[in-house]
């Protein structure tokens, strides 16, 4: 396709952040983000008994970053739409209860920015949807 008044566009295509990335970053911040729920009191109850590396907790996150970010649908082809307020109604999140979570989210992140090397841009996207997605997920 030409661009406009026949102009070469030299611009290349969008890219999402998960295409910049690749699947290792958030491999590593699901894996580190329930490391650190695991040794957190504050949250603990709310999640699965097994948060190890292999666990479907660490893989559902995985698996849900990687989609949001512009990877592979394996999550919704697995468990279908996302529905993340539905699924998380059943634990009382107040503000207390999402201030841990996301504590621990934003050290996760600060480590995965530290391994891989991640930008500024990138860093400040991902701790975006973080932080949002942590105000939307209270229910009390």
Same mark, same amino acid.
């Given at each position: 396709? &030409?661009? #406009?008044?026949?102009? +070469?566009?030299?611009?290349? #295509?969008? !890219?999402?952040?998960?295409?910049?990335?690749?699947?290792?970053?958030?491999?590593?911040? +699901?894996?580190?983000?329930?490391?650190?729920?695991?040794?957190?009191?504050?949250?603990?109850?709310?999640?699965?008994?097994?948060?190890?590396?292999?666990?479907?907790?660490?893989?559902?996150?995985?698996?849900?970053? !990687?989609?949001?970010?512009?990877?592979?649908? =394996?999550?919704?082809?697995?468990?279908? &739409? #996302?529905?993340?307020?539905?699924? &998380?109604?059943?634990?009382?999140?107040?503000?207390?209860?999402?201030?841990?979570?996301?504590?621990?989210?934003?050290?996760?992140?600060?480590?995965?920015?530290?391994? &891989? +090397?991640?930008?500024?841009?990138?860093?400040? =996207?991902? =701790?975006?949807?973080?932080?949002?997605?942590?105000?939307?997920?209270?229910?009390?």
């Amino acid at each position: 396709m &030409h661009a #406009p008044d026949g102009l +070469a566009s030299n611009t290349p #295509p969008a !890219t999402t952040l998960f295409e910049r990335l690749g699947p290792a970053p958030f491999a590593r911040l +699901a894996a580190e983000l329930y490391r650190g729920i695991d040794r957190d009191a504050r949250i603990r109850s709310m999640f699965p008994e097994d948060l190890g590396p292999e666990s479907e907790a660490v893989r559902d996150m995985r698996e849900f970053l !990687t989609q949001f970010f512009g990877g592979p649908a =394996e999550y919704s082809m697995r468990k279908g &739409h #996302p529905r993340l307020r539905a699924r &998380h109604m059943r634990f009382p999140i107040d503000q207390s209860a999402r201030d841990a979570w996301l504590e621990n989210a934003l050290a996760a992140l600060a480590m995965v920015v530290r391994e &891989h +090397a991640l930008d500024e841009l990138a860093r400040r =996207e991902i =701790e975006t949807y973080l932080v949002r997605t942590s105000q939307f997920m209270m229910n009390r």
